[in-house]
């Protein structure tokens, strides 16, 4: 079975702030792909990055970064220097392979208060 | 626009009526999904289809149903509803291998 942990229920910072959003998952697969989902309150799920299980590398992208660390099971997102345009609900999410369904955390809200 | 449309965006139903929510896509992805998204729940699926005629049952599929007889068409049935069913429901859909996946803008369903 596999598992998506977001901890964080609710985050608020302000503007400018960095902010790092927590995921641990569980997999017995050795293949598997991580995902970040962000949430804007418009409803619409806005894909951010996928991260397969052999690509440890650490990305950044702007303002975002994402940390994979095999060891520890995580995958962790940091905004830097928010804005309110940040302000939305972050989902992490694992796939184990073919035919393997996407699992979703339950969420992270984040709120950037000006 | 290539991509998944959802129809209706929202919808107030009485609970004990059936409505079908629907799916279509456009890029010729084998695999669609079903979620229902919940506050404090994340997603959850519901039922998913590997391919063109062939269904099964996700995390929480009790009180829906599915049928996929073409690639495009995905619709969700819910056959008496209930007010638990009150939810956002996303149709999903990816293509050959471990790709990314594609989300529709949501149906927002109230039960009442």
């Known amino acids: 079975a596999q598992k998506v942990t977001q901890a964080q229920t609710e985050i608020s910072v302000v503007e400018k702030e960095d902010v790092t959003l927590d995921c641990v998952y569980e997999?017995?697969?050795?293949?598997?792909?991580l995902f970040w989902y962000k949430q804007p309150p418009s409803g619409e799920l806005v894909f951010l990055i996928r991260?397969?299980?052999?690509?440890?590398q650490n990305e950044i992208s702007g303002r975002y970064s994402w940390n994979f660390q095999k060891s520890t099971s995580s995958f962790n997102f940091t905004i830097t220097a928010s804005q309110v345009v940040d302000s939305a609900v972050y989902f992490c999410?694992?796939?184990?392979?073919?035919?393997?369904?996407?699992?979703f955390g339950k969420g992270i809200t984040l709120s950037v208060r000006p | 626009t290539a991509g998944i449309t959802q129809a209706p965006t929202s919808q107030i139903l009485a609970a004990g009526r059936s409505m079908t929510l629907r799916c279509t896509q456009d890029?010729?992805?084998?695999?669609m999904y079903w979620y229902r998204q919940d506050l404090g729940l994340g997603l959850r699926l519901i039922h998913y289809?590997?391919?063109?005629?062939?269904?099964g049952k996700g995390e929480v599929p009790d009180g829906y149903s599915v049928s996929r007889a073409n690639t495009d068409d995905f619709p969700l049935t819910l056959a008496s509803a209930v007010p638990s069913q009150t939810s956002v429901y996303f149709c999903?859909?990816?293509?050959?291998?471990?790709?990314?996946?594609?989300f529709g803008s949501g149906t927002r369903l109230t039960v009442v």
């Open positions: 999903a859909s990816s293509g050959q291998g471990i790709g990314g996946y594609t």
């Open positions: 997999t017995r697969d050795t293949t598997y792909y």
């Open positions: 991260r397969n299980s052999f690509d440890e």
């Open positions: 999410a694992l796939n184990t392979g073919a035919n393997s369904k996407l699992t």
């Open positions: 890029m010729r992805h084998n695999a």
């Open positions: 289809s590997n391919t063109a005629g062939t269904t």
